[in-house]
């Protein structure tokens, strides 16, 4: 599989002046023509290692983003945006795998809105679906390799740095709530990614993750993996990212939060990931931050 160079803006708050800086960068990715004109674009996330959680002196860090400790990551594509619901409908109406899926569930309508109301299960479901269908190993993210691919490669609160624009994300507080916007927004609608090329990993919708929900990291995988093995709370689901009116504390990088797998919540849709074996990436350099680097200052 090859890929393809595409450039995007990158929106970085400075610290000292808070400042909004503006850098244009190149990305790679690889596209999917998921039927009538709908196309599924993956993102190439780089190798590489990162101190995933937040650290104690971050303010607003919960205790369950702790202890803060050191994940190694393979190489992998993301999608560049939430899942729309053009993308959703388009796989709906494949044949089943294990679950029928219905075409058109999200409350908030749109065809290049993010999709919504959508169980665990049936996200699951999405992208076995995928799998058979390009014969590539879709899934969810990890919840390790969600939080390296928001980061993308800043150790501040946001990828955008130590505070979240309020006019480049759909969170409460935002610029739309005072134009009595309700719910979603068409994806990368703001105009700015991450440094990986990601778009709205703050806010808009939570994502699912592969992994059960644990209430701390003691005993976290430390290669990426899912986190499989159940506590208490048996059953329940990690999801990522916060929604259109989470605070900006719920829509840091490390913020996580849990769901009944079979719930369907307006507040949750999917982003999905590509295993990279076979597929070439190699050209991407690795990215390791360490806790006393200046990435994302």
């Given at each position: 599989?090859?890929?393809r160079?595409?450039?995007?803006?990158?929106?970085?708050?400075?610290s000292?002046?808070?400042?909004?800086?503006l850098?244009?960068?190149?990305?790679?990715?690889?596209s999917?023509?998921?039927?009538?004109?709908?196309?599924?674009?993956?993102?190439?996330?780089?190798?590489?290692?990162?101190?995933?959680?937040?650290?104690?002196?971050?303010?607003?860090?919960?205790?369950?983003?702790?202890?803060?400790?050191?994940?190694?990551?393979?190489?992998?594509?993301?999608?560049?945006?939430?899942?729309?619901?053009?993308?959703?409908?388009?796989?709906?109406?494949?044949?089943?795998?294990?679950?029928p899926?219905?075409?058109?569930?999200?409350?908030?309508?749109?065809a290049?809105?993010?999709?919504?109301?959508?169980?665990w299960?049936?996200?699951?479901e999405?992208?076995r679906?995928?799998?058979?269908?390009?014969?590539?190993?879709?899934?969810?993210?990890?919840?390790?390799?969600?939080?390296?691919?928001?980061?993308?490669?800043?150790?501040t609160?946001?990828h955008?740095?130590?505070?979240?624009?309020?006019?480049?994300?759909?969170?409460?507080?935002?610029?739309?709530?005072?134009?009595?916007?309700?719910?979603?927004?068409?994806?990368?609608?703001?105009?700015?990614?991450?440094?990986f090329?990601?778009?709205?990993?703050h806010?808009?919708?939570?994502?699912?993750?592969?992994?059960?929900?644990?209430?701390?990291?003691?005993g976290?995988?430390?290669?990426?993996?899912a986190?499989?093995?159940?506590?208490?709370?048996?059953?329940?689901?990690?999801?990522?990212?916060?929604?259109?009116?989470?605070?900006?504390?719920?829509?840091?990088?490390?913020?996580?939060?849990?769901?009944?797998?079979?719930?369907?919540?307006?507040?949750?849709?999917?982003?999905?990931?590509?295993?990279?074996?076979?597929?070439?990436?190699?050209?991407?350099?690795?990215?390791e931050?360490?806790?006393?680097?200046?990435?994302?200052?």
């Amino acid at each position: 599989m090859n890929t393809r160079v595409f450039e995007f803006d990158v929106a970085t708050v400075k610290s000292q002046a808070q400042e909004l800086k503006l850098s244009r960068v190149q990305g790679r990715y690889f596209s999917e023509e998921l039927g009538n004109g709908v196309v599924l674009e993956m993102v190439a996330i780089p190798a590489g290692i990162y101190a995933m959680g937040s650290p104690d002196d971050e303010i607003e860090r919960y205790d369950n983003e702790r202890p803060q400790h050191w994940v190694a990551i393979e190489p992998f594509f993301m999608s560049k945006y939430p899942i729309t619901q053009a993308q959703w409908q388009a796989v709906a109406t494949l044949d089943p795998v294990e679950l029928p899926l219905i075409p058109n569930p999200s409350k908030f309508k749109g065809a290049d809105r993010p999709v919504e109301k959508v169980s665990w299960y049936e996200a699951v479901e999405f992208c076995r679906r995928l799998s058979e269908l390009y014969s590539k190993n879709y899934r969810l993210p990890t919840e390790a390799e969600w939080e390296y691919a928001c980061r993308a490669g800043t150790i501040t609160p946001f990828h955008f740095g130590k505070r979240l624009p309020q006019h480049l994300a759909n969170t409460h507080g935002s610029q739309l709530r005072s134009k009595k916007v309700e719910g979603t927004t068409p994806v990368g609608a703001f105009g700015v990614a991450n440094a990986f090329g990601l778009y709205d990993m703050h806010g808009n919708v939570y994502e699912w993750c592969l992994d059960l929900w644990h209430d701390d990291y003691e005993g976290a995988p430390a290669d990426g993996s899912a986190w499989l093995i159940a506590e208490d709370r048996e059953g329940l689901r990690v999801i990522r990212g916060g929604f259109w009116l989470s605070h900006p504390k719920h829509c840091c990088s490390a913020y996580r939060d849990c769901c009944e797998p079979d719930s369907r919540s307006s507040v949750v849709g999917l982003r999905v990931v590509c295993e990279a074996q076979s597929l070439s990436i190699s050209s991407l350099r690795p990215t390791e931050c360490l806790p006393d680097d200046s990435c994302g200052s």
